[in-house]
């Protein structure tokens, strides 16, 4: 079993910047895939980013390359989402995930969400 927290949601101005964080407990972190989605007001959710156990590899979805940057730090049992140049549309709540093999459409385990609200 693993626990994931997210911290770091708020009410930001389109343009700005947030950066969401994930506080893992539970089994080892390090053998993990990471990664986060979200889900908006009455739309499914959706892949965000991922990163893989050692952080060598990272994935994003096309509306977010170039904005958000994945990172995670073994020690701190953390893994973060950098989120630069927010756009309303971003507005959501962003859930953090973990995996024992890859995340990518799904995952194992999900933290209970953080609000994020990008005003124009």
């Known amino acids: 079993q693993v626990q994931l927290v997210e911290s770091g949601g708020g009410l930001v101005q389109a343009g700005g910047s947030l950066r969401l964080s994930c506080a893992a407990s539970g089994r080892t972190f390090r053998n993990y895939a990471m990664g986060w989605f979200r889900q908006a007001p009455g739309k499914e959710r959706e892949f965000v980013a991922a990163i893989s156990w050692s952080g060598g590899n990272t994935n994003y979805a096309d509306s977010v390359k170039g904005r958000f940057t994945i990172s995670r730090d073994n020690a701190k049992n953390t893994v973060y989402l950098q989120m630069d140049s927010l756009k309303p549309e971003d507005t959501a709540v962003y859930y953090c995930?973990?995996?024992?093999?890859?995340?990518?459409?799904?995952?194992?385990?999900w933290g209970q969400g953080t609000q994020v609200t990008v005003s124009s």
């Open positions: 995930a973990a995996d024992p093999v890859r995340v990518a459409t799904t995952a194992l385990y």
